[in-house]
């Protein structure tokens, strides 16, 4: 499709009516030297065939307005009715060219055009029946119409052009104001990864420092479970033959005891006593039915721990995680409430290790200082 201009103006005439136009173009003169407008007319200069339709055809289809020397010669012009009248009429009639048509001589085809297109001039009077005075004023309001179009067009365009620049200062804008969200965002998620960097670092210091601290502890009660449990028999056999004792069963529940007593005894220094108490409560109710049960709990380093292997490390290679437990309401993400098991009238809760390893998202929040790990040796891996 070819791109109109808006202010070329195309004249549709018969040759027979050469005087009007010649009248036109007087009139039109200020606005053709001034380039505000271009016309275009059949001057005569091709002869007719393809070469003639084709340039009648490119000069209607790129014009934004065109006006109708409007007379019986013009409506007995077969070329005209074949080729030019219809292109104008479509163009008009899509919206795509604004026509006029001024009536020089009275005719039928000018009654049909009155009820639709723009007529300058009137057509009971047309211009044959006109004074030179009357005839120059007809063709002045020809010119002055073709301004208006023009200086309506310009400021068409400028204010396109103002919306344009105004619409691309939008988008740079909203582009800026997007850059400078993704930064933020940006800065934001390097700030909450470092501080959780730093949050797992000073955790890890932190179980650094109470494994230290325990060190001496539990390498001392290490040897002395391990004595017991080397000596044990040996007293059991001789209790036995002097009828004193008949198990060691109540010893080395004794000293395994020990070892949790001091395990929890050294969280309660550092961790709210409430919490230990009722999530201790949950672990042990995770090994209900098992009397022979001994159970150490360990803070929860963060929540990509393996649980198995921080009772590992911490205790002993034979002991293993069941799950991870938590004072005062254990929900997801210590939000929510779980749906799994929930101990102590819904103040305290137990996950089993397999929930919590298979929905870490659940649990972001939870750390060592709100959750423990249980650790038993009655633990199946």
């Known amino acids: 499709m070819k791109k109109r201009i808006p202010n070329k103006v195309f004249v549709s005439y018969s040759r027979k009516d050469n005087r009007w136009l010649e009248i036109l173009c007087a009139q039109l003169a200020p606005l053709i030297n001034s380039k505000q407008i271009e016309i ?38 077969e070329f005209i009715n074949a080729n030019e009248l219809p292109r104008l009429r479509y163009a008009a009639d899509s919206g795509d ?45 020809v010119a002055r119409k073709i301004k208006q179009i023009i200086i309506k067009l310009e400021k068409q365009k400028r204010n396109e052009e103002k919306r ?62 391990t004595t017991l ?58 090994l209900t039915g098992n009397n022979d049960h001994s159970l150490i709990m360990v803070p929860l380093p963060n929540n990509n721990a393996d649980l198995d292997a921080v009772c590992h490390k911490s205790i002993n290679i034979g002991w293993n995680a069941g799950g991870v437990a938590k004072g005062q309401n254990f929900n997801d993400n210590c939000e ?21 390893e298979g929905n870490r998202s659940k649990f972001t929040n939870c750390n060592q200082e709100n959750s423990f790990i249980c650790c038993s040796p009655q633990f199946l891996k």
């Open 336 to 356: 929510n409430p779980l749906d799994n098991k929930i101990y102590g009238g819904g103040y305290t809760a137990y996950v089993t290790e397999k929930y919590f």
């Open 40 to 77: 275009w007319y059949d001057k005569g200069e091709i002869e007719p065939g393809d070469l003639y339709n084709q340039s009648i055809a490119n000069a209607i289809d790129t014009s934004g307005s065109a006006i109708i020397l409007m007379s019986a010669n013009f409506q007995a012009s």
């Open 97 to 141: 060219l604004t026509l006029f048509w001024i009536p020089i001589g009275d005719c039928v085809l000018g009654d049909d055009f009155a009820e639709i297109y723009h007529t300058i001039g009137d057509p009971k009077q047309p211009l044959n029946d006109m004074s030179q005075g009357q005839v120059d004023a007809v063709f002045a309001s």
């Open 164 to 225: 344009r620049i105004e619409e691309q200062q939008r988008n740079e804008e909203k582009r800026r104001l997007e850059e400078e969200k993704i930064k933020k965002q940006e800065e934001k998620r390097r700030a909450k990864k470092d501080k959780k960097r730093q949050v797992k670092a000073d955790g890890v210091l932190n179980i650094m420092s109470y494994l230290k601290k325990e060190a001496i502890i539990g390498v001392i009660i290490g040897v002395f479970i």
């Open 229 to 286: 449990i080397a000596i044990i028999p040996g007293f059991i056999w001789l209790e036995k033959l002097q009828g004193k004792v008949d198990t060691s069963k109540v010893e080395i529940e004794k000293a395994i005891h020990m070892i949790e007593a001091r395990s929890i005894q050294s969280l309660e220094k550092n961790y709210n006593t409430s919490i230990i108490d009722s999530a201790r409560s949950a672990c042990y109710s995770a």
